[in-house]
């Protein structure tokens, strides 16, 4: 998508929030971000 998924849920909330149930968009984006997974950085030094 290009852009760090918190900016793009925060754009669509102010975008569509008022068009949709409180929190229904912030879970159907959840949901469909549940596929990716996001590892964990290596710290050992």
Do not use: V
């Not at 290009?2 to 912030?26: K, S, V």
Request: aromatic fraction near 14%; charge should be negative; hydrophobic fraction near 40%.
């Amino acid at each position: 998508m290009g852009a760090h998924p918190f900016l793009t849920l925060t754009l669509f909330i102010a975008l569509f929030e008022r068009d949709h149930g409180p929190m229904e968009y912030q879970r159907a984006y959840g949901k469909a971000m549940e596929h990716i997974s996001m590892p964990y950085p290596d710290i050992a030094t």
